[in-house]
């Protein structure tokens, strides 16, 4: 269902100086968040195992550490794991180094274009150091001088390009590059920030975790009273859709991730026996551990998971069979998973559509690096739930979110007056897949042509592009016609009924259920769909008698171009058992009250139905502005409409049938024309 999309009276300078305010907070506080948003998504992760433990009657506390204490052994297991590979891989580097030699020769051998271009490179690397040579001074080596104090002490050395140097002189005419000295205690310093960094923050994130989980309910109550503000049903709303969407994402990630080595695991196993020439592929369970843990990290991580076992499969084995092989595994695998299950799995698990997910993606990697793509999908969805209920954050729901942002009917309207008729058929066609033609009819394409009465009547819409959603309109409506009639007999010659469902199948409405079967066979009545007006009141009176039409009437509808003294001989000469008056607002109730007092006069008889599509008032009050007739039905929708003239025509029904049983017509698809 699409989201209502009317975005708040707040003013937008606002609403924009709040989210640079907001993204530059989150650009400068990075040190501080970034361990605070791992901990909250660990805390995710581990909060149900911690919740199944504490089932069992395991301290909260105990429970905790138990799972964090698993969890950082996996951790550190499959880490040393995957470094035991490494220091295997490289110490075994040298017995493929001949091999590898070999066949990095072949390639270059048989480059051409690429071996061209290599020389070229070299020959204007070569021309370019050349040009930057010094010409002053009788050598081009310079003098490096330390700055260890000895003051004479100097060293030859070739020039470093991009360092500053003196420039020769006449007293001095060899450059000087002054280069200061670094002590044993600086040089541990950066190697221990490089190493001690990394460790700090895993230690406050598992710190945090474990506060985390050991005090959630806590911690909710607070940010509920923190954020609520009075409201807090809605708070509690949004913090349990929040949990639930990440919940569910986490849970479907670590499914299709796990799959996804095991499938590496079983892919390099058969490629080994099937292409390795009786050399087994090494080690495919650390691998497929690795290229499932990798995939945790969007876009780029299958390809770093993927990165050792190429290079192995080009090192280890002859030939090149193994590697394309190797090549091929991956790439048939990320295409199955990221097209077709991620897209749609994820999508439905986050509430985010693909695009979003991209975008997002791209946005955290910016705002906080690698961290923030491994982060970027979770806090987008936090996002995504606060613009579900947040007033002045609504466009991040609209922007991000998976569900449609347009109603069905604006849709449809929107590609007619884009002129795009093709893609407003496609769209119908879609819908009329998942509902009857009676409620693609009522829900839609009559929704859809009052929003263009309405753009007309206010002068948005010219009368070109007006004259195009109408014909637009009508086309659509002759084409799911006439496929409901194909399907319909498609059924029949199955099943072999002589009756069917009406109008739809599989449409669950009580006044379906009420009305008639199919008319029988030789038992003729004739309907008359007359428009009040306009064009809009024919193409719905059209839409009517091709429903009525399916179900075994003869009916038609009159041009919106027939002057009303030619509908009053239209209904004489067409021996019309009943008329329907359809009439679309504005002023719908005036042009039906019009034409039924020129039928009246004419036929006191004749059984009459009035049509007020899309009225939102009374009925029973404009009744009585048309007639003072309170039996004269007055309908608003197309339901309501078949259910009146099944009624009405009931006792002609009765009347008309003959002692003998009757069969229904043959085939439903063979329906007269239905313009008059």
Same mark, same amino acid.
């Not at 301290?59 to 698993?70: C, E, G, H, K, Q």
């Not at 080596?141 to 004479?152: H, P, R, S, Y």
């Not at 969805?381 to 991040?396: D, H, R, T």
């Not at 059924?491 to 069917?500: I, L, P, R, S, V």
């Given at each position: 269902?699409?989201? &209502?999309?009317?975005?708040?009276?707040?003013?937008?300078?606002?609403v924009l100086?709040?989210?640079?305010?907001?993204?530059?907070?989150? =650009?400068?506080?990075?040190?501080f968040?970034i361990?605070v948003? *791992?901990?909250?998504?660990?805390?995710?992760?581990?909060?149900?195992?911690v919740?199944?433990? @504490?089932?069992?009657?395991?301290?909260?506390?105990?429970?905790t550490?138990?799972?964090?204490?698993?969890?950082?052994? !996996?951790?550190g297991?499959a880490?040393y794991?995957? =470094?035991?590979?490494?220091i295997?891989l490289?110490?075994?580097?040298? +017995?493929?180094?001949?091999?590898?030699?070999a +066949?990095?020769?072949?390639?270059?051998?048989? %480059?051409?274009?690429?071996g061209?271009?290599?020389?070229?490179?070299?020959i204007?690397?070569?021309?370019?150091?050349a040009?930057?040579?010094?010409? !002053?001074?009788p050598?081009?080596?310079?003098?490096?001088?330390?700055?260890?104090?000895?003051?004479g002490?100097?060293?030859?050395?070739?020039?470093?390009?991009?360092?500053?140097?003196?420039?020769?002189?006449?007293?001095n005419?060899?450059?000087?590059r002054?280069i200061?000295?670094?002590?044993?205690?600086?040089?541990l310093?950066?190697?221990?920030?490089?190493? *001690?960094?990394p460790?700090?923050?895993?230690?406050?994130?598992?710190? /945090?975790?474990?506060?985390?989980?050991?005090?959630?309910?806590?911690?909710?109550?607070?940010?509920?009273?923190l954020?609520?503000?009075?409201?807090?049903?809605?708070?509690?709303?949004?913090f349990?859709?929040?949990g639930?969407?990440?919940?569910? #994402?986490?849970?479907?990630?670590?499914?299709?991730?796990?799959? #996804?080595?095991?499938?590496?695991?079983?892919?390099?196993?058969?490629?080994?026996?099937?292409f390795g020439? %009786?050399?087994?592929?090494?080690n495919?369970?650390i691998?497929?551990?690795?290229?499932?843990?990798?995939?945790?990290?969007p876009?780029?991580?299958?390809?770093i %998971?993927?990165?050792?076992? *190429?290079?192995?499969s080009?090192?280890?084995f002859p030939?090149?069979?193994?590697?394309?092989?190797?090549? %091929?595994?991956?790439?048939?695998?990320e295409?199955?998973?990221?097209?077709?299950v991620?897209? =749609?799995? #994820?999508?439905?698990?986050?509430?985010?559509?693909?695009?979003?997910?991209?975008?997002?993606?791209?946005f955290?990697?910016?705002l906080?690096g690698?961290?923030?793509?491994?982060?970027s999908?979770p806090l987008?969805?936090?996002?995504?739930?606060? $613009?579900?209920?947040?007033?002045?954050?609504?466009?991040?729901?609209i922007?991000?979110?998976d569900?449609?942002?347009?109603?069905?009917?604006?849709?449809?309207?929107?590609?007619l007056?884009?002129?795009d008729? @093709?893609?407003?058929?496609?769209?119908?066609n879609? #819908?009329?897949?998942?509902?009857?033609?009676e409620?693609? /009819?009522?829900r839609?394409?009559?929704p859809?042509?009052?929003?263009a @009465?309405?753009?007309?009547?206010?002068?948005r819409?010219?009368?070109?592009?007006?004259?195009?959603?109408?014909?637009?309109l009508?086309?659509?409506?002759?084409?799911?016609?006439d496929?409901?009639?194909?399907?319909l007999?498609?059924?029949?010659?199955?099943?072999?009924?002589?009756?069917?469902?009406?109008? $739809?199948a599989?449409?669950?409405?009580?006044?379906?259920?009420?009305?008639?079967?199919?008319?029988? @066979?030789?038992? +003729?009545?004739?309907?008359?769909?007359?428009p009040?007006?306009?064009?809009?009141?024919?193409?719905?009176g059209?839409?009517?008698?091709?429903l009525?039409?399916?179900?075994?009437y003869? !009916?038609?509808f009159?041009?919106?171009?027939?002057?009303?003294?030619?509908?009053?001989?239209?209904?004489?000469?067409?021996?019309?058992?009943?008329?329907?008056i359809?009439?679309?607002?504005?002023?719908?109730?005036t &042009?039906s009250?019009?034409?039924y007092?020129r039928?009246?006069?004419?036929?006191?008889?004749?059984?009459?139905?009035v049509g007020?599509?899309?009225?939102?008032?009374?009925?029973?009050?404009?009744r009585?502005?048309?007639?003072?007739d309170?039996?004269?039905?007055?309908?608003?929708?197309l339901a309501?409409?078949q259910?009146?003239?099944?009624?009405?025509?009931?006792?002609l029904?009765a009347?008309?049938?003959?002692?003998e049983p009757?069969l229904p017509?043959?085939?439903?698809?063979?329906a007269?024309?239905?313009?008059?």
């Amino acid at each position: 269902m699409a989201r &209502h999309t009317d975005l708040p009276k707040s003013s937008r300078f606002v609403v924009l100086a709040s989210v640079c305010v907001v993204i530059a907070a989150l =650009y400068f506080g990075r040190i501080f968040l970034i361990p605070v948003a *791992l901990a909250i998504l660990l805390a995710f992760v581990f909060s149900p195992m911690v919740h199944q433990l @504490e089932r069992l009657r395991l301290p909260r506390v105990v429970a905790t550490m138990l799972v964090v204490t698993i969890a950082v052994a !996996a951790v550190g297991f499959a880490g040393y794991l995957v =470094y035991h590979q490494a220091i295997t891989l490289i110490t075994d580097l040298p +017995k493929y180094r001949t091999q590898l030699t070999a +066949k990095i020769g072949s390639i270059r051998s048989h %480059g051409g274009f690429w071996g061209r271009a290599e020389n070229e490179i070299k020959i204007i690397d070569r021309s370019s150091k050349a040009a930057t040579q010094p010409t !002053a001074g009788p050598s081009t080596a310079q003098a490096v001088v330390t700055g260890n104090g000895n003051e004479g002490a100097a060293v030859t050395a070739a020039t470093i390009p991009g360092e500053p140097t003196t420039q020769p002189t006449v007293e001095n005419p060899l450059p000087v590059r002054i280069i200061s000295g670094t002590s044993p205690l600086e040089t541990l310093r950066d190697y221990g920030a490089q190493i *001690l960094d990394p460790l700090a923050t895993t230690g406050l994130v598992l710190v /945090f975790v474990i506060f985390m989980l050991i005090n959630r309910e806590d911690l909710r109550d607070r940010m509920i009273r923190l954020v609520g503000h009075g409201r807090l049903n809605l708070t509690t709303q949004a913090f349990d859709e929040a949990g639930t969407r990440i919940s569910k #994402y986490l849970s479907a990630l670590s499914i299709v991730n796990g799959t #996804y080595g095991v499938c590496v695991a079983l892919g390099l196993w058969l490629i080994g026996h099937l292409f390795g020439h %009786g050399a087994s592929f090494p080690n495919v369970l650390i691998f497929g551990i690795l290229v499932g843990v990798c995939r945790f990290v969007p876009y780029i991580g299958i390809w770093i %998971g993927a990165a050792v076992p *190429l290079l192995l499969s080009f090192a280890l084995f002859p030939g090149y069979g193994v590697f394309f092989a190797t090549i %091929g595994l991956f790439v048939v695998l990320e295409v199955i998973v990221s097209q077709f299950v991620e897209p =749609y799995w #994820y999508g439905a698990s986050t509430g985010m559509s693909a695009l979003a997910v991209l975008v997002a993606a791209v946005f955290w990697t910016w705002l906080w690096g690698p961290i923030g793509l491994l982060l970027s999908t979770p806090l987008t969805v936090c996002l995504v739930v606060m $613009g579900k209920y947040v007033p002045q954050l609504q466009f991040l729901d609209i922007l991000l979110g998976d569900e449609p942002v347009l109603e069905p009917p604006v849709r449809v309207y929107q590609r007619l007056i884009a002129e795009d008729p @093709e893609e407003a058929t496609d769209l119908a066609n879609e #819908y009329l897949d998942e509902q009857s033609l009676e409620q693609v /009819f009522d829900r839609i394409m009559i929704p859809a042509l009052s929003l263009a @009465e309405h753009d007309r009547h206010r002068g948005r819409l010219d009368k070109e592009r007006y004259q195009a959603v109408l014909q637009g309109l009508r086309d659509i409506v002759e084409e799911l016609a006439d496929r409901r009639r194909v399907e319909l007999g498609k059924e029949k010659a199955k099943t072999g009924e002589a009756n069917a469902d009406d109008n $739809g199948a599989g449409t669950t409405d009580t006044s379906a259920r009420r009305r008639l079967p199919f008319l029988p @066979e030789g038992c +003729k009545i004739n309907i008359l769909c007359l428009p009040a007006r306009a064009q809009a009141d024919e193409i719905v009176g059209m839409m009517l008698s091709q429903l009525l039409q399916i179900r075994g009437y003869c !009916a038609t509808f009159a041009n919106s171009d027939v002057l009303t003294a030619e509908m009053v001989d239209l209904v004489q000469n067409r021996n019309s058992d009943l008329v329907c008056i359809s009439a679309m607002p504005p002023s719908a109730v005036t &042009h039906s009250r019009y034409v039924y007092k020129r039928l009246r006069q004419k036929f006191d008889k004749l059984r009459l139905v009035v049509g007020l599509w899309t009225l939102h008032g009374d009925a029973g009050r404009a009744r009585d502005r048309i007639a003072p007739d309170e039996d004269l039905p007055v309908v608003t929708s197309l339901a309501a409409a078949q259910d009146r003239v099944d009624e009405l025509a009931h006792p002609l029904i009765a009347g008309r049938l003959t002692s003998e049983p009757q069969l229904p017509p043959a085939n439903p698809a063979e329906a007269p024309s239905s313009r008059v």
